[in-house]
């Protein structure tokens, strides 16, 4: 029954952007109790998913769950998906506060670059 869940979702999330598709198909490829634990932030141009892990401490636990939520999220998102990277909350704070667009990953960017 979950895969045809899955498969349901992903054909209804064909109209959205890649990036759109990914944030939707987070909480099903990692269940609601887990995906509340962390933020999808984007797709980078290499195709890589950034996501801000929200407490301290489960960083480990996703970067242990790396290959499985990667392929789980190709699969019901169905984009093309390099792999995931995960950051600690405060990690992209910090940054942000040095430079505005600095917390985003590099598509985003280069878009804020231009609107300047």
Not at 47 to 58: C, E, F, K, M
Request: contains cysteine; glycine residues 8%; hydrophobic residues 35%.
């Amino acid at each position: 029954m979950r895969d045809v869940l899955r498969g349901t979702l992903g054909r209804s999330l064909r109209t959205l952007s890649d990036e759109d598709r990914l944030a939707v198909a987070w909480v099903v490829a990692c269940g609601p109790v887990l995906a509340e634990r962390a933020e999808v932030l984007g797709l980078d141009e290499d195709r890589v998913l950034h996501v801000r892990v929200l407490q301290p401490g489960w960083c480990d636990q996703f970067a242990q769950m790396r290959s499985m939520l990667t392929d789980q999220l190709r699969k019901i998102a169905g984009v093309r998906l390099q792999t995931i990277h995960f950051e600690g909350q405060g990690s992209t704070r910090e940054r942000a506060r040095e430079t505005p667009a600095a917390g985003l990953p590099t598509t985003r960017r280069k878009e804020q670059r231009k609107s300047s």
